[in-house]
């Protein structure tokens, strides 16, 4: 199947390098989004997020004619939905005492609504969306009929994940392997077809419903295993052990890889996904809902960990490193480090926050300044949050001269103890219960 022109809807972190990389394959894109500011931006040949090479590619996009970006559609030989699935914000489920967050699939809704007018017979509609299982068949697929047309008879309809890493999203679009869930093996094909046009990876065909749970499974076994290293670090401290030289030993078993500990889990994926199998089946996912319930709450064992070191933390300056929901990002979505400025503020301590990637960003509640040294100037403890390689890179004699403050506490060990206390510093660790031997 050929395709001269599409549209792509949202363009976020994942819909405008998906559309920009069409772009510069060939491929007529026009790129929708409902924020003018986004559009105004990119069609500058600017962008409005953070992500290395992007701008680039955009801008090379752009210059070829092939990229436009818009506020509303037109007809196409395809359409993708790339519009985000975050949670309701004043709505949860609830299923024998337990709660859990539901999706708000409204943007979804809107964006296939939006296609309706605009569909025509041959046309394929590719959903990749993060999103509940049979959203495709289910949600999508019925909205696209009031067009008249059928799903898989009149047109093709799939559903085809994004699986990358922010900070190498421009190399895993084009490497990682791809899954083309169809609702019908002739919409995976065209499926196949239109990614074929710059994936160099390998490209699988399979049904919707089971793209939706591969993207799924994905994440909630990483948030399952993230989970169980925060337990660990838990028992650490509670057993006098130094989590980071337990994880390390146990890692030199050839069958075991025990991920790190840290303040939480964030980003739009793995801090949400999960909750998309417990919202569609709360009597099967015991096991996932307490992972996510472990990885919630870990801001909270870290205040904990702060208020050990600082005692009453009333009117207590805390500089606060790193805002991002991972290291070397600017994506502060569902960040565990903002939920942990907001509970050590509910102590009563006054945060300054200082976030590299975003310098400019403005978080409701939360005192974002605008430089490191600002930040730490009269700080009482300096918490890290983010293991930026930046943060890492400190000199701990130069920060000594730029702060009254000598008591570090660490998340994510991205600091040398040695180093720091050589410097004057009481650096408390996360997940270390004992005191470090050089």
Same mark, same amino acid.
């Given at each position: 199947?050929?395709?001269?022109?599409?549209?792509?809807?949202?363009?976020?972190?994942?819909?405008?390098?998906?559309?920009?990389?069409?772009?510069?394959?060939?491929?007529?894109?026009?790129?929708?989004?409902?924020?003018?500011?986004?559009?105004?931006?990119?069609?500058?040949?600017?962008?409005?997020?953070?992500?290395?090479?992007?701008?680039?590619?955009?801008?090379?996009?752009?210059?070829?004619?092939?990229?436009?970006?818009?506020?509303?559609?037109?007809?196409?030989?395809?359409?993708?939905?790339?519009?985000?699935?975050?949670?309701?914000?004043?709505?949860?489920?609830?299923?024998?005492?337990?709660?859990?967050?539901?999706?708000?699939?409204?943007?979804?809704?809107?964006?296939?609504?939006?296609?309706?007018?605009?569909?025509?017979?041959?046309?394929?509609?590719?959903?990749?969306?993060?999103?509940?299982?049979?959203?495709?068949?289910?949600?999508?697929?019925?909205?696209?009929?009031?067009?008249?047309?059928?799903?898989?008879?009149?047109?093709?309809?799939?559903?085809?994940?994004?699986?990358?890493?922010?900070?190498?999203?421009?190399?895993?679009?084009?490497?990682?392997?791809?899954?083309?869930?169809?609702?019908?093996?002739?919409?995976?094909?065209?499926?196949?077809?239109?990614?074929?046009?710059?994936?160099?990876?390998?490209?699988?065909?399979?049904?919707?419903?089971?793209?939706?749970?591969?993207?799924?499974?994905?994440?909630?076994?990483? #948030?399952?295993?993230?989970?169980? %290293?925060? @337990?660990?670090?838990? =028992?650490?401290? +509670?057993? !006098?052990?130094? $989590?980071?030289?337990?994880?390390?030993?146990?890692?030199?078993?050839?069958?075991?890889?025990?991920?790190?500990?840290?303040?939480?889990?964030?980003?739009?994926?793995?801090?949400?996904?999960?909750?998309?199998?417990?919202?569609?089946?709360?009597?099967?996912?015991?096991?996932?809902?307490?992972?996510?319930?472990?990885?919630?709450?870990?801001?909270?064992?870290?205040?904990?960990?702060?208020?050990?070191?600082?005692?009453?933390?009333?009117?207590?300056?805390?500089?606060?490193?790193?805002?991002?929901?991972?290291?070397?990002?600017? #994506?502060?979505?569902?960040?565990? %480090?903002? @939920?942990?400025?907001? =509970?050590?503020? +509910?102590? !009563?301590?006054? $945060?300054?926050?200082?976030?590299?990637?975003?310098?400019?960003?403005?978080?409701?509640?939360?005192?974002?300044?605008?430089?490191?040294?600002?930040?730490?100037?009269?700080?009482?403890?300096?918490?890290?949050?983010?293991?930026?390689?930046?943060?890492?890179?400190?000199?701990?004699?130069?920060?000594?001269?730029?702060?009254?403050?000598?008591?570090?506490?660490?998340?994510?060990?991205?600091?040398?103890?040695?180093?720091?206390?050589?410097?004057?510093?009481?650096?408390?660790?996360?997940?270390?219960?004992?005191?470090?031997?050089?």
């Amino acid at each position: 199947m050929k395709f001269a022109k599409i549209c792509v809807i949202g363009l976020g972190y994942i819909g405008l390098p998906t559309a920009s990389t069409f772009a510069t394959h060939g491929i007529q894109v026009l790129g929708v989004d409902v924020n003018q500011h986004v559009i105004e931006t990119l069609n500058r040949g600017e962008i409005h997020i953070h992500e290395p090479g992007l701008h680039d590619v955009v801008k090379k996009a752009i210059q070829s004619g092939n990229f436009k970006a818009v506020a509303k559609l037109e007809e196409a030989d395809a359409f993708i939905i790339a519009v985000p699935t975050p949670f309701k914000e004043d709505e949860l489920g609830e299923y024998n005492g337990m709660t859990y967050k539901l999706a708000d699939m409204r943007a979804v809704v809107s964006a296939a609504e939006s296609i309706v007018p605009f569909l025509r017979k041959g046309n394929l509609v590719i959903l990749e969306s993060t999103s509940p299982p049979r959203t495709t068949v289910d949600l999508v697929a019925p909205i696209l009929s009031h067009s008249g047309l059928a799903a898989g008879r009149d047109f093709h309809l799939a559903y085809s994940p994004e699986r990358v890493l922010p900070g190498q999203i421009m190399r895993e679009l084009i490497e990682n392997a791809r899954v083309i869930g169809g609702v019908t093996p002739e919409s995976a094909q065209a499926g196949s077809d239109l990614y074929g046009t710059f994936v160099k990876g390998q490209i699988i065909q399979t049904d919707a419903t089971t793209a939706e749970m591969v993207k799924i499974m994905e994440n909630t076994t990483r #948030d399952v295993n993230i989970a169980i %290293a925060n @337990e660990f670090s838990r =028992l650490a401290e +509670k057993f !006098g052990v130094d $989590v980071w030289e337990a994880i390390r030993l146990a890692n030199l078993h050839p069958r075991i890889n025990i991920l790190s500990p840290g303040p939480g889990v964030g980003g739009h994926c793995i801090s949400v996904d999960p909750w998309f199998f417990v919202e569609a089946a709360p009597d099967l996912t015991t096991l996932i809902h307490h992972a996510r319930f472990v990885n919630d709450t870990q801001p909270h064992f870290v205040v904990n960990k702060v208020k050990q070191a600082l005692g009453d933390m009333k009117d207590k300056k805390i500089a606060a490193l790193g805002l991002a929901y991972k290291p070397d990002v600017d #994506d502060l979505r569902e960040s565990p %480090a903002t @939920e942990v400025v907001h =509970l050590l503020q +509910k102590e !009563g301590a006054h $945060v300054k926050a200082w976030e590299p990637f975003k310098p400019d960003a403005s978080l409701p509640g939360i005192h974002m300044v605008g430089s490191f040294e600002e930040t730490i100037k009269d700080a009482d403890a300096i918490v890290l949050l983010v293991n930026h390689t930046e943060f890492r890179q400190l000199n701990p004699s130069e920060v000594a001269r730029k702060t009254k403050s000598r008591l570090l506490i660490d998340t994510v060990n991205g600091w040398k103890d040695e180093a720091w206390k050589n410097a004057g510093f009481d650096v408390r660790v996360l997940g270390v219960g004992k005191i470090r031997v050089a």
